[in-house]
Nanobody, 121 residues
């Protein structure tokens, strides 16, 4: 059974930082694409970042230069370092996994339950 468990969310002031973690179990971690999405109240879930098993880390334009994704295959964990946070980054952040190379929401095979990130102005 595949499980993705996010942690690290919380309340932070604008300009601050948070690091999210996603621990994966039940899948061959070093062969999957891991991704982060977020969903703000009243909005659709949107892509934030993806880390492919082969190579490459990809970001949405809204977080490029502020967020950094990484993965530790030995720990079956991915991270999202979020710096220079803005109030518009407030959302529930979800970890997702795709057994293929796709990065879009529709291609994800597995989802975590999410962790709340709130950025105050």
């Amino acid at each position: 059974q595949v499980q993705l468990v996010e942690s690290g969310g919380g309340l932070v002031q604008a300009g601050g930082s948070l690091r999210l973690s996603c621990a994966a179990s039940g899948l061959t971690f070093n062969t999957v694409t891991m991704a982060w999405f977020r969903q703000a109240p009243g909005k659709e879930r949107e892509f934030v970042a993806a880390i492919r098993y082969s190579s490459g880390i990809y970001y949405s334009d809204s977080v490029k230069g502020r967020f950094t994704g990484s993965r530790d295959d030995a720990k079956n964990t991915v991270y999202l370092q979020m710096n220079s946070l803005k109030p518009e980054d407030t959302a529930v952040y979800y970890c997702a996994a795709n057994r293929g190379p796709g990065m879009s929401r529709s291609t994800m095979d597995y989802w975590g339950r999410g962790t709340q990130v709130t950025v105050s102005s």
